[in-house]
Nanobody
Framework: QVQLVESGGGLVQPGGSLRLSCAASGSIFDFNAMSWYRQAPGNQRELVAIIKSGGSTNYADSVEGRFTISRDNAKNTVYLQMNSLKPEDTAVYYC?????????WGQGTQVTVSS
């Protein structure tokens, strides 16, 4: 059973930065893709960023140019560097790992952007 554990969330002022980490219990090299989703109260869960096994990345329009997804295969960890944070980035952020049609989720980490 794959386990994903997120960390790095917290309270930050607008314009600030945070780096989220997602540590997997197994090798992330085996996954087709790893991604970060977020869900704000009253909203559906939305894809924020994805990194595929070949290394290609894609971002939601709302975070393009501000967020960067990366991975360290040796540490079985995926990161989300978030810069120039805005209040509308406030949400619970979830790590996701995809192995063909199987999706694994972490428990989520809260990010709050407020002055």
């Amino acid at each position: 059973q794959v386990q994903l554990v997120e960390s790095g969330g917290g309270l930050v002022q607008p314009g600030g930065s945070l780096r989220l980490s997602c540590a997997a219990s197994g090798s992330i090299f085996d996954f087709n893709a790893m991604s970060w989703y977020r869900q704000a109260p009253g909203n559906q869960r939305e894809l924020v960023a994805i990194i595929k096994s070949g290394g290609s990345t894609n971002y939601a329009d709302s975070v393009e140019g501000r967020f960067t997804i990366s991975r360290d295969n040796a540490k079985n960890t995926v990161y989300l560097q978030m810069n120039s944070l805005k209040p509308e980035d406030t949400a619970v952020y979830y790590c996701n790992a995809q192995y063909y049609s199987i999706m694994y989720w972490g428990q989520g980490t809260q990010v709050t952007v407020s002055s």
